[in-house]
DNA sequence: TAGATTGTTAATCGATTAACAATC
DNA sequence: TAGATTGTTAATCGATTAACAATC
C-alpha cells in the first residue's frame, strides 16, 4: 500500500469534484472526463487525474471516469460514506443556519446536539433539536460519539468552547470565531471566517474605481 | 514603483494579521516582532516579514512594527480604509447572519442592500435593512455604488444572481452557494463553502475510531 | 556598545502542469 | 483499427524557509 503523504490542497479540492459529480449523477450522465471536469470546475485536468490517482485507479484509459463509482469512492475516501455526528455550540442566527442546513446536507454529516451559553437560548428548539447548556456538553457528545464540532460563538468565547470539545473527545473542529484556536496536534481545526474572506476580495476592487474626495 | 504579482496566499493571509493585531492595540500593546506574531497565528516569522516587505518597510530593526502604524498600514493595502458598500441576496438564515454580523464588521464593510426572490421575505427588516424584490436590485445597487456582491441563495439560483450582480456593476463577489458561479474574468470571485470544509475535515478524521459494525 | 530584529537573497521544498506510453 | 483518455514521470513553476548583512 502507498504512503504518500496527501496534501491538504488535493483533500480540499474533493469535495468540489463530489459536487460536481452528484450534479452530473443526477442528470444521468454516466460517464465524465478529466478535461470535462477540469474545464466545469476551472482546473487543470491533469491536477485532477493526479488528484484521484493519489487514491487509486478509478478511470478507464480511453473512456473516462464512471460518474456513479468515482462519487462512491470520493465519499469513501473522504470517510463521509458514514453518518458522521456533529455537534455545534452557539445557537445565534449563524448557528441556526448552519443547523438548518442539515438537511441539505445528505452528505452524512448530520448534527445530534445543539449548545449555548445563554440562559434565553437554552430549550429553545432549532431543527428538531432542544438546545443544551454548556454543562452537559462534554457528557452529550460522549454519549452521542460526536466527531466533530462547530463552533459559532464570539471570538472570546472560542477557545473555552474549543477545550471542551477536546475533552469531550472530538477528533476535528470547525471554528467560525475570527480567531486563532489553540488544540492539540492531533485534533484538527478548520477556519471559517468571512470576516478574512470579505477583506481579501477588497483587496482585488479596482482602485481606479475609488471615490473620489 | 515595485510591480511584482501579489500571491493569493499573500492576501489572504494580510485579514489574519490585521485581527490579531487589533488585539494587540486594544490591550495597548505599541510593537510586535515577527517572532511574536508567527508564534500566536502558527506561522514562519520569515513568511511575515516577506509578506509585509512586499509592500513597504513597516518595521524597525531591531525592534519589530509599531501595531498601530502596521494596522493602518494593512487596512489601507485591504483598501478596508474607506467604507465599501456591500449587497447581500438571499434572506435566509444564513443572510440574517451575515447582516447581524454588520455590527461586528467595524472593518468598514456595509451591507446596504439586502434582496430576496420571494414575495413572503420582502418588506421584512433585517438589522435595519427592508428586503427588496430582485427586480430592483440592478438599479438599487448601481444607485448605491455597491462594489461587493453576497449570495446566500440556493445553489440553482447562485448562477442567476451572480448575473445580476454583474449587471449592476460590482467588482466582486462571495458566494456561499455550493455550486461554481461563471462570470467575467475581471470580476473576483471567493467561495465561502462550508459544506466542502466539513467534508474535508472529515478526512482527517481518524478511521481506526469508526464503530464497528 | 551589545542584543534584537528587520528586509532580502539564496536554498529548499512542494505543488502544478506538460508530455506521453499504455490501453480502452 | 483509430481516437480518446487515463495514470505517471519529468519539467516547471511558485511558495516557504533559512540565513545573514544592515541597523535600530
Known amino acids: 500500500m502507498k504512503t ?16 460536481y459529480l452528484n450534479e452530473l449523477s443526477k442528470k444521468n450522465v454516466n460517464t465524465v472526463s478529466s478535461q470535462d471536469l ?15 490517482a493519489y487514491f487509486g485507479e478509478f478511470g478507464k484509459k480511453g473512456i473516462g471516469y464512471d460518474v456513479d463509482y468515482l462519487i462512491e469512492k470520493i465519499r469513501h475516501i473522504l470517510k463521509i460514506d458514514k453518518v458522521i455526528p456533529v455537534a455545534l455550540v ?11 442546513y442539515n438537511a441539505y446536507l445528505k452528505d452524512n454529516m448530520k ?4 449548545f449555548d451559553a445563554h440562559d434565553s437560548k ?4 432549532i431543527n428538531n433539536l432542544k438546545v443544551k447548556p454548556m454543562g452537559e456538553l462534554t457528557n452529550t457528545i460522549k454519549n452521542l460519539q460526536v466527531r466533530i464540532g462547530i463552533i459559532t ?4 468565547e472560542a477557545q473555552n468552547v474549543a477545550n471542551q470539545f477536546v ?15 489553540k488544540v492539540p496536534h492531533e485534533i484538527r481545526v478548520h477556519h471559517a471566517d ?4 470579505l477583506q481579501s476580495l477588497a483587496y482585488y476592487l479596482d482602485e481606479t474605481k475609488d471615490i473620489i474626495e
Open 4 to 19: 504518500v503523504k496527501i496534501s491538504e490542497a488535493v483533500v480540499r479540492r474533493l469535495p468540489i469534484y463530489l459536487r
Open 38 to 52: 477540469g474545464q466545469k470546475l476551472d482546473l487543470n485536468p491533469a491536477q485532477i487525474r493526479k488528484d484521484l
Open 90 to 100: 452557539g445557537a445565534g442566527n449563524l448557528g441556526r443556519a448552519l443547523c438548518n
Open 111 to 114: 448534527i445530534v446536539a445543539v
Open 122 to 125: 437554552i430549550g429553545e428548539s
Open 153 to 156: 460563538v464570539p471570538a472570546f
Open 167 to 181: 475533552s469531550g473527545g472530538v477528533e476535528a473542529i470547525l471554528n467560525f470565531a475570527p480567531i486563532i484556536i
Open 194 to 197: 468571512f470576516t478574512a474572506e
